[in-house]
Nanobody, 126 residues
Framework: QLQLVESGGGLVQPGGSLTLSCAGS????????ISWFRQAPGKEREGVSR????????DYADSVKGRFTVSRDNAKKTVSLQMDGLNPEDSAVYYC???????????????????WGQGTQVTVSS
């Protein structure tokens, strides 16, 4: 069964950290770039981070650069998003998505992602 499953969300205080995980199955994981998106209530979906199929290239939204770190373990078919210095504006449902394409506008071309996870809630609040 083709799927992506996110985990690791939860409630954290401002300034805290969380690590999200995205596990893939049913497809050739290391042929796909994986991106993280997030969507807060009333806001558009936002591209957060991207990692290439081999893990050698990464991209980040300006809003998370320097605070979030994406990595992958192709042997385990997982991608992790380490989130540090969290603030309330980071609260959202976080999704991982997979694409076999090299996308110049990875954060906008949501139609080019063929697999999506169900999302995991991140809430940053005191």
């Amino acid at each position: 069964q083709l799927q992506l499953v996110e985990s690791g969300g939860g409630l954290v205080q401002p300034g805290g950290s969380l690590t999200l995980s995205c596990a893939g199955s049913g497809f050739t994981f290391d042929n796909f770039a994986i991106s993280w998106f997030r969507q807060a209530p009333g806001k558009e979906r936002e591209g957060v981070s991207r990692i290439g199929p081999s893990g050698g290239d990464t991209d980040y939204a300006d809003s998370v650069k320097g605070r979030f770190t994406v990595s992958r373990d192709n042997a385990k078919k997982t991608v992790s998003l380490q989130m540090d210095g969290l603030n309330p504006e980071d609260s959202a449902v976080y999704y991982c998505a997979a694409t076999p394409f090299t996308l110049s506008s990875w954060h906008l071309a949501t139609d080019e992602y063929v697999y999506w996870g169900q999302g995991t809630q991140v809430t940053v609040s005191s």
